[in-house]
């Protein structure tokens, strides 16, 4: 497996509490990515990254944030969490023009 | 944007028979279409890609073929074994060059 982690693998969360989660890379790739995968949707994109500080949304990003202050962290925030949050998100990286490569996954839930 | 249809949503064959899954895309200019394995509880496998100056790929049991005129790329596994069992899911990259859109998967079981 590429160099990724993420942290952390399982979370439970209240309604309306704030949550961050980590990916962290060892391949010095530009490109990081943020899905999230529901049973009938496949993964979709919620936000990704081009470089340190430049960031951009993806096709469901509401109600989430992010940031990239270092070439291997990208942070993942749902400021105050609602149950449709609930999900398994795949952070992923990529370098350019290659191939995509996926974490382990974090399983979050909102109750 | 980029669209990306799979089909079928679910598969089942016996051990020993082949498997075709196909994906459709809509923006002609995607270039890359690589083919992820997911077991359950699992993270998305890299599996086999092609690129689109080239109609077929192959790597032993795996292939994928892409027609760019149709729009439409497949994956065929052959001579298929119950670890195959998992879902798939085809992927296009768009015209910008770093965004990957995902098909919905299809689940394969292999039966003994």
């Known amino acids: 497996d590429a160099g990724i982690t993420q942290s952390p693998r399982h979370k439970v969360t209240e309604t309306g509490t704030p949550v961050t989660l980590r990916c962290h890379q060892t391949e010095n790739h530009r490109y990081m990515y943020w899905y999230r995968q529901d049973p009938g949707h496949g993964l979709r994109l919620i936000h990704y990254s081009y470089g340190v500080k430049d960031t951009d949304k993806g096709e469901v990003s509401d109600g989430y944030s992010v940031s990239r202050s270092k070439t291997e962290d990208f942070l993942l925030t749902l400021e105050s969490a609602t149950s449709s949050q609930t999900s398994v998100y795949f952070c992923a990286i990529s370098g350019q023009g290659r191939e995509q490569y996926f974490g382990p996954g974090t399983r979050l839930t909102v109750t | 944007g980029e669209n990306v249809e799979q089909h079928p949503s679910t598969l089942s064959v016996q051990e020993g028979d082949s498997a075709v899954i196909k994906c459709t895309y809509s923006d002609s200019a995607s270039n890359y279409f690589p083919w992820y394995k997911q077991e359950l509880g699992k993270r998305p496998q890299l599996i086999i890609d092609i690129r689109s100056n080239v109609g077929e790929k192959k790597d032993q049991r795996i292939a994928v073929t892409l027609n760019k005129t149709a729009k439409h790329f497949s994956l065929h596994i052959t001579e298929t074994q119950p670890e195959d069992s998992a879902v798939y899911f085809c992927?296009?990259?768009?015209?910008?060059?770093?965004?990957?859109?995902f098909g919905p998967g299809t689940r394969l079981s292999v039966l003994p």
């Open positions: 992927a296009a990259r768009d015209n910008y060059g770093q965004n990957f859109v």
